[in-house]
């Protein structure tokens, strides 16, 4: 959220949850006015019509949410997401390595799997060890650049 006010330019107080069912609660209680959270999460209750969709943090837009911008649409290259990774203790050798990655996009890449996924909001993003550490990088540097534009401390 801090990285959107920062890229629109827009004021609003970041409240920050420690879990999504609080931050969710606040915005169908009409405590809070918009939230920043996984399509996943507020899915059903945008189905159900209780939330509308304003954007996506996606590259681009959703299958699951295919008349919902994203946000790259009015921001070119703004894309946050969150995202889930399998990962090993550091010195799990090479071809163990390699053996759960090729098992994993093996099931990654069957369609009932993808569109399962890509119903509940999210995308299969697959790669190898080294596109995840590419990702991981990539992500520290830009939010660390938010961090620090911003002077966030941890208290």
């Not at 990774?85 to 890449?109: F, H, N, Q």
Request: glycine share 8%; no cysteine; hydrophobic share 50%.
């Amino acid at each position: 959220m801090e990285r959107l006010k920062l890229t629109a330019k827009f004021p609003a107080t970041h409240v920050p949850y420690k879990a999504s069912a609080a931050g969710l609660t606040d915005l169908l209680g009409g405590r809070v006015h918009l939230t920043f959270d996984a399509a996943a999460v507020t899915l059903p209750h945008l189905k159900a019509g209780k939330l509308r969709a304003l954007a996506v943090s996606s590259p681009r837009r959703l299958a699951a949410l295919p008349d919902v911008p994203a946000l790259a649409e009015m921001y070119p290259g703004f894309e946050s997401g969150a995202w889930l990774a399998m990962m090993a203790p550091a010195g799990t050798p090479a071809a163990i390595i390699e053996k759960v990655s090729a098992d994993v996009r093996s099931v990654l890449a069957k369609p009932d799997v993808t569109d399962r996924i890509a119903a509940s909001g999210n995308e299969v993003i697959s790669g190898s060890a080294e596109d995840l550490a590419a990702l991981l990088w990539k992500d520290f540097s830009l939010y660390g650049k938010v961090v620090k534009d911003l002077g966030l401390r941890v208290d």
